[in-house]
């Protein structure tokens, strides 16, 4: 039916299931009761080329689209979201920034360690006091009077991955009474002094992911450093973030299928009342509703990812595309979580089933990478052209 699917995109989808099923549901449920990042296998999938699917080959990347990234982490979120999500930063927010605003020099720095999987990569765009009104940041680039460096003040919260990155895209102001058009964006080496991490957050779902604040004092930031020109930062951060949704739809919907299927299961072998609960139609309808939102959000994201193959060619933007996929398909994720929960019930809220953690997990794709809030926004200015 999807003449857009080739055999190549079926070979690595096949070749991510493969690896979520041997390696990472034997130690999902350890790394989520633990919050241990899961460095063996975030590094296996590297060596396996999920961190630079999109990554040309001159890179050291798979030099694949976005339909085989979605597909392929879809498939790794339903068996462990947490995997899922380093691996989305490291691809739709690390490496495509490069690939669609770095230099030679910093493609070959930066980007193709991470998709060889040596390196881990993160994005950093919030603030302790700036979220979703992201052109409010108080952190400071300031240019030095040589030329050479930026000097690099303040403090940066949720970072995806920071406990464990050796590379942040970074976000910060170099002209403040400009808002928006004053933010720039650095490439930062995590291992440079004046770099330090601050408090781990304590999550409630994908707690094998590691986050944390990330703070600057006086951290000098070569001007090779810089991606893109100053002022740029904010159109930079808008338009990896397009990809980015995308990432967290594929996210969603692989949390969304793994608790179909696990409803699905259930009800053709739990009995209740002398019949298998599928039998009855309260039941019935669940399945058929969570049924319909995962094929929707399949879609959807279907159409996210070749509207960003377009833009390869055209340029045109998939900013209405991205926030559809990634509104429905998270929302549908917490739909099925919710139900697949209830379905289950006294065993859906034990800690002996995954369907709980698909439930804590699920919550996240509501928020991050833009909230439901903002993504209605984003689509609304779309269609209206008013702001
Ligand atoms: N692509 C390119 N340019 C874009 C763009 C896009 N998708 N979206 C906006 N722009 C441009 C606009 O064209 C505009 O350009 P001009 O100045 O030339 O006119 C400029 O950026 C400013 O745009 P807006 O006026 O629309 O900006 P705004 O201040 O009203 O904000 C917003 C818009 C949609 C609310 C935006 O701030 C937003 O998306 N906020 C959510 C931020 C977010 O998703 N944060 C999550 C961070 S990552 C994370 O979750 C952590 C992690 O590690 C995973």
Known sequence: MFDFITEEHRMIQQAARDFAQKSIAPIAEHHDETGQFPIDTVRQMGQLGFMGIEVPEEYDGAGMDTLAYALALTEICKVDASHGTVMSVNNSLFNYALIKFGTEEQKRAYMSPVARGEKIGAYSLTE?????????????????????????????????????????????????EKMHKGVTAFMIETDQPGFERGKTEPKMGIRASATSEIIFDNYECPVENRIGAEG???????????????????????????????????????????????????????????KCKVEASRLLIYQAC?????????????????????LFA?????????????????????????????????????????????????IARQLTGLR
């Open 330 to 378: 998270s929302e549908a994720a917490n739909y099925c979580a919710k139900e697949a929960v209830q379905i289950h019930g006294g065993m859906g809220y034990s800690r002996e089933m995954p369907l709980e953690r698909y439930y804590r997990d699920a919550k996240i794709t509501e928020i991050y990478e833009g909230t439901s809030e903002i993504q209605r926004l984003v």
């Open 306 to 326: 070749l509207a960003k193959n377009r833009n390869k060619q055209t340029g045109e933007r998939y900013t209405l595309e991205s926030s559809m996929a990634k």
């Open 128 to 176: 302790p006091m700036s979220g979703s009104d992201a052109g409010t940041m108080k952190s400071r680039a300031v240019l030095n009077d040589a030329g050479t460096h930026y000097l690099i003040n303040g403090r940066k919260s949720w970072v995806t991955s920071a406990p464990y990155a050796d590379f942040i895209l970074l976000f910060t102001m170099t002209q403040p």
């Open 232 to 290: 740029d930062g904010f159109k930079i951060a808008m338009a990896v973030l397009d990809a980015g949704r995308i990432g967290i739809a594929a996210q969603a919907l692989g949390i969304a299928e793994a608790c179909l299927e696990a409803s699905i299961a259930y009800a053709q072998e739990r009995e209740a009342f002398g019949q298998k609960i599928g039998q009855f139609q309260m039941i019935q309808q669940k399945l058929a509703d969570m």
